[in-house]
């Protein structure tokens, strides 16, 4: 890709959440689709969770890209844990995992799960999947290869990495394993294998808050849901960061980056912390709840 002029803009959305049979969190959508569509920017990447639950379901894995055909490209995407199944070891039980059908899947949509792009002179790319370390599946050894093909090949670009799940949580020696971020095995392996390359930056969603964290040059932004945020008070989900719904606006001049993070006016901040409250977990409220009321018949938009 071209840097235009003398900038590169990189609209980062996350976490959106789309649905046909739990359309929760179309609002935002439907504002987020007019406000991209009136924006000037050189390039979209969608850091996972595009669906519900597009794991469990194919049709809505479907649904979800037909929605981000609406808004102009090119848009490039990583898979979520709602897209193709989490983490494995399942360290919570009873969870969707990664499998490689639902990588498959995610492909025939989306795209490729990993890939890598250069921007200008400066700045290369990289899209990886969050889920496919510790899968085991023939994914993971082709992402390794292709993360240390691209730091060998870098020749002084900075690398820009984008992928639904943070790095850690508070900590970089934390060692729990929680599905919130990489377990700490695959955090120590990405980071020795990214060392070489210099200071990287690594752009993530999942948590739905906005925050950034600097660990040993590698500095890291999560961006923040456009659909919903969890527990917005940190009453039953401690606070990571700020806790609302946006999205985030990078700039690449030369070999600078900056980035804005942005809340159109008419968002709403849905918040889904009361499913924390559910006797059965979160979890098992966060991908069964289902929308009461009226829902859009197939294909009207308003
Ligand atoms: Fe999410
Ligand atoms: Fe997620």
């Given at each position: 890709m071209q840097m235009t002029a003398d900038q590169f803009r990189i609209i980062q959305i996350s976490d959106?959440?789309?649905?046909?049979?739990?359309?929760?969190?179309q609002h935002n959508w439907e504002v987020l689709v007019e406000l991209l569509n009136a924006e000037t920017y050189d390039l979209i990447v969608c850091t996972g969770d595009?669906?519900?639950e597009g794991a469990e379901f194919e049709d809505e894995l479907v649904f979800a890209a037909q929605q981000f055909?609406?808004?102009?490209?090119?848009v490039l995407f990583t898979p979520g844990n709602h897209d193709i199944g989490n983490s494995?070891?399942?360290?919570?039980?009873?969870e969707t995992a990664i499998t490689a059908a639902r990588c498959d899947a995610f492909v025939r949509y989306f795209g490729p799960d990993f890939w890598s792009r250069d921007i200008g002179s400066h700045w290369r790319l990289v899209g990886l999947?969050?889920?496919?370390?510790?899968?085991?599946?023939?994914g993971e050894a082709q992402q390794q290869a292709m993360i240390e093909e691209v730091v060998a090949s870098a020749a002084g670009r900075r690398l820009m990495v984008f992928k639904h799940?943070?790095?850690?949580?508070?900590?970089?020696?934390?060692t729990a394993m929680t599905q919130?971020?990489?377990y700490p095995e695959h955090r120590a392996r990405l980071k020795d294998t990214l060392s070489?390359?210099?200071?990287a930056l690594i752009c993530s969603g999942h948590i739905h808050d906005y925050k950034t964290a600097s660990w040993e040059g590698l500095d890291q932004i999560w961006a923040p849901s456009t659909a919903f945020v969890i527990d917005r008070d940190g009453l039953l989900h401690p606070l990571h960061g700020i806790r609302r719904t946006g999205y985030l606006v990078h700039t690449l001049a030369g070999d600078k980056h900056s980035h804005e993070f942005v809340e159109p006016d008419r968002f709403l901040n849905i918040d889904?912390?009361?499913?924390?409250?559910?006797p059965e977990t979160f979890h098992a409220r966060y991908h069964a709840e289902p929308l009461r009321g009226l829902t859009l018949a197939d294909g009207q938009q308003s």
């Open positions: 959106p959440h789309l649905g046909r049979r739990r359309p929760f969190f595009m669906s519900i055909e609406r808004i102009r490209g090119p494995l070891p399942d360290v919570r039980g009873g999947n969050s889920m496919l370390p510790g899968s085991g599946l023939d799940k943070p790095l850690y949580v508070r900590q970089p020696d934390e919130s971020a990489l070489s390359a210099g200071n889904v912390g009361n499913w924390m409250r559910a």
